[in-house]
């Protein structure tokens, strides 16, 4: 267990709906990276952020994707409208100085599954 | 496009057997390499980090790291069947964007 935790561990939704996950990292000083993974692939970056600040989004992040972290704490990833194609495992990891620089902790993610 | 390839696998070796991981990566200005090891319905735990050129052990795993030639990888030493997982080779660029390659499978046979 890292100590990230993430909320819900599952999520089925119907297609059109609109689903928010949220992480809680260790750390509010730390970097907290949002990532979706699909069966056979590795983790795809989403989005990052320092504190607050929304530093970095994936091309691949549609206007339907947003994220937020408020006070630099817990963060939150909301999908509108979903589609069939946003069905995937969403992670959060958390970059900190615990096991080295750069070093990140995933939580245990959040499976989306949309019908 | 910055990418990082892995061979899927399956590879698999008997229990203790050393088993070897490689990966490459495109971006030579990258700095920072991961492995991470993940069990199916799990999220990617932690490994090794390595930084510099040569050879980092820690405990059975030995991760190598070559910048020159844009190579990394990672040996198992004393396999064991608790092993077999996907393992996910990570690059950090300079913007602190993490790459990861798609995860090479290994079964360690008893």
């Known amino acids: 267990d890292t100590g990230v935790s993430q909320d819900p561990r599952h999520k089925i939704t119907k297609r059109g709906q609109n689903v928010t996950f949220r992480c809680d990292p260790i750390s509010e000083h730390n970097r907290l990276y949002w990532y979706r993974q699909t069966l056979g692939q590795g983790p795809e970056f989403l989005t990052y952020?320092?504190?607050?600040?929304?530093?970095?989004k994936s091309r691949l992040l549609s206007d339907r994707f947003s994220a937020e972290r408020p006070k630099g704490s817990f963060s939150t990833l909301e999908i509108q409208r979903t589609e069939q194609g946003d069905s995937a495992m969403y992670l959060c990891?958390?970059?900190?100085?615990?096991?080295?620089?750069?070093?990140?902790?995933f939580g245990p993610g959040t499976r989306l599954t949309v019908l | 496009q910055k990418e990082v390839e892995q061979n899927s696998g399956p590879l698999s070796v008997p229990e203790g057997a050393i088993a070897s991981l490689n990966c490459t990566y495109s971006d030579r200005g990258s700095q920072s390499f991961f492995w991470y090891r993940q069990y199916s319905g799990k999220s990617p735990e932690l490994i090794m980090s390595i930084y510099s050129n040569g050879d980092k052990e820690d405990g059975r795993f030995t991760a190598q790291l070559n910048k020159a030639s844009q190579y990394v990888s990672l040996l198992i030493r004393d396999s064991q069947p608790s092993d077999s997982a996907t393992y996910l080779c990570?690059?950090?660029?300079?913007?602190?964007?993490?790459?990861f390659g798609s995860g090479t499978k290994l079964n360690v046979k008893p």
């Open positions: 990891a958390e970059t900190g100085e615990r096991g080295g620089p750069d070093t990140q902790y």
């Open positions: 990570a690059v950090k660029d300079n913007f602190n964007k993490f790459y």
């Open positions: 952020f320092q504190n607050e600040a929304q530093l970095e």
